[in-house]
């Protein structure tokens, strides 16, 4: 049966729609692309970059100069690794334990953990509890404060809540305790929340700037977002303090150098989604249904 004149009207519609607003969204990106690609002195002048104003590789080789922007890629990419690892795993095991119906109190538990997405403890409290544990300036006090979150938690509830019973009764049968029912039944049934979780506590970590802010008092700790905001905030002192050769800083300027910056921060992020996108899609629907 062929569609009505009105139903394909809507569907031309729809899909002109849909690619108007992704053009919205990938032209920011590619200006920045093009702009970064482009010889200094031609950018200058300003205007739209569809295509690159000539062609130039300098401001990238500024940003990899830069040793600020590699002090922070290093503090970054660790509290990110570290933070994901310790976050998702903790998420895990407290979501698991509360959505078996067999915890006693574990409605009370889940009660004082959504207490948290209402009400936190406060800003100066826990600037002042991670300086009473002297984590000052150290890689805990970029990864700690962040590693779990009550969202994360109910959404790996809700998945757990959705695996079989008797998998575990059979597993229990054979002899197996609660950490071998956990670790070799569970998780390997897991890998969609656990792929959509550790994502979500990934991209925090990446894009965090402001633990930098509260805890790093000395440059060499900052995260990669905090060492960006100073170089867009005040692009031509950063350039002079980065380490750059001279040569390099009379071939670049403060746009460019902004422009590539940006992309250099983004494309570890974005060149992991596309390898979880399938578990980040399941994880996120079934997660967010069920529970």
Known sequence: MGLTRGEKLFSVAN???FIV????????FWYMIMGSLSESDRTAEGGLFLIPAGFSLTAYAAVFQNVSILSGFKV????TVCGTAIGT???ATTAYAISRKRLRGGKLFSLLILFTMLFSGGLIPTY???KSLHMIDTYWALILPGTMGAWNIFVMVGFFRGIPDELEEAARIDGANDLTIFFRVVLPLSKPVLATVGLFIAVGYWNDFFSSVLYATEKDMWQLQMVLKD???NTSAAISQAGISV???QQVNPFTVKMASIIVSSLPILAVYPFLQKHFVKG???GSVKG
């Open 15 to 17: 899909g002109l729609f």
């Open 247 to 249: 040569a390099v800083q």
């Open 21 to 28: 607003l992704m053009l919205i969204m990938i032209y920011p």
């Open 76 to 79: 970054t990419l660790i509290t």
């Open 284 to 286: 996120a629907l079934i």
């Open 128 to 130: 002042l509890l991670v």
């Open 231 to 233: 170089l867009i905030s």
């Open 89 to 91: 795993f903790f998420s």
